[in-house]
C-alpha cells in the first residue's frame, strides 16, 4: 500500500503561482499513474489532471489546461502540480491520488488547501 502527503499549498492572489508536492511511500511509485483532484466547497471532487507511470502520458481537465502542469520524478517518489495563472474558482482542497495498474483511484492524501484572492 502507498501513503501520500502532500504538500504547497496556501494563499495566492489570483494570477498567482503555487506548486504542490505530493510525496508517496510504500510500494514502486513508477508502476501508479498518478492524479490531482480538488474539491470546492459545496462541490463534489472533481478531476483536474492525470500522469502515467512513466510520465508519457498526460490528462487534463478543460478548466486548467494551459495553466496548470503536472510532472514526477520517480527517483523521488514524488509527483508535482505547477499551478499558473490561478482563479479565485481554483479555490479548493487538492488531493493527489495513485492508481495502481489501472485498478482505479484507490489511494488518496489527506489534501491541501489552495485559496486564490480576487
Known amino acids: 500500500q502507498v501513503q501520500l502527503v502532500e504538500s504547497g499549498g496556501g494563499l495566492v492572489q489570483a494570477g498567482g503561482s503555487l506548486r504542490l508536492s505530493c510525496a508517496a511511500s510504500?510500494?514502486?511509485?513508477?508502476?501508479?499513474?498518478m492524479g490531482w483532484f480538488r474539491q470546492a466547497p459545496g462541490k463534489a471532487r472533481e478531476f483536474v489532471t492525470a500522469?502515467?507511470?512513466?510520465?508519457?502520458?498526460?490528462y487534463y481537465a478543460d478548466s486548467v489546461k494551459g495553466r496548470f502542469t503536472i510532472s514526477r520524478d520517480n527517483a523521488k517518489n514524488t509527483v508535482y502540480l505547477q499551478m499558473d495563472s490561478l482563479k479565485p474558482e481554483d479555490t479548493a482542497i487538492y488531493y493527489c491520488?495513485?492508481?495502481?495498474?489501472?485498478?482505479?483511484?484507490?489511494?488518496w492524501g489527506q489534501g491541501t488547501q489552495v485559496t486564490v484572492s480576487s
Open positions: 500522469i502515467s507511470g512513466s510520465g508519457t502520458n498526460i
Open positions: 491520488a495513485g492508481n495502481e495498474r489501472d485498478t482505479g483511484w484507490n489511494y
Open positions: 510504500g510500494r514502486t511509485f513508477s508502476s501508479y499513474s
